[in-house]
């Protein structure tokens, strides 16, 4: 699986801004996609989860953005997006966009749980 994330850029304070997370693959490893995530990460800090939705349609935000964020996909369940309102400037991080998901082991002819990531975005809020 392939993500493909953007949709970063400098904004105001207050303003909004929508992150855009493509998944692109073989019609199987997309049926495979048991959940795709949005996660940030500032300099000289770990990747913390965002924001989250899995094949049933479970969300799951960090309580930093609760009522903020809003993370929603398309009918194909492919792509993901992340909505966010008011930001403040400590939301001045890199986003980036995962997926959790069954991948054949060819070997075994059974699965593996894996997780892929794509690219991340720039998200600049000045004060």
């Known amino acids: 699986v392939q993500l493909q994330a953007s949709g970063g850029g400098l904004v105001q304070a207050g303003e909004s801004l929508k992150l855009t997370c493509v998944a692109s693959?073989?019609?199987?490893?997309?049926?495979?996609?048991?959940?795709l995530a949005w996660y940030s990460q500032g300099p000289g800090k770990q990747r913390t989860l965002v924001a989250a939705?899995?094949?049933?349609?479970?969300?799951n935000y960090a309580d930093s953005v609760k009522g903020r964020f809003t993370v929603f996909r398309d009918s194909a369940k492919s792509t993901i997006y992340l909505q966010m309102n008011n930001l403040n400037a400590e939301d001045t991080v890199v986003y980036y966009c995962?997926?959790?998901?069954?991948?054949?082991?060819?070997?075994?002819?059974?699965?593996?749980?894996?997780?892929?990531w794509g690219q991340g975005t720039q998200v600049t809020v000045s004060s």
């Open positions: 995962a997926a959790d998901h069954r991948a054949l082991r060819p070997f075994y002819s059974d699965y593996s749980w894996e997780s892929s």
């Open positions: 939705m899995n094949r049933d349609g479970d969300t």
């Open positions: 693959g073989s019609v199987s490893e997309i049926n495979e996609i048991n959940a």
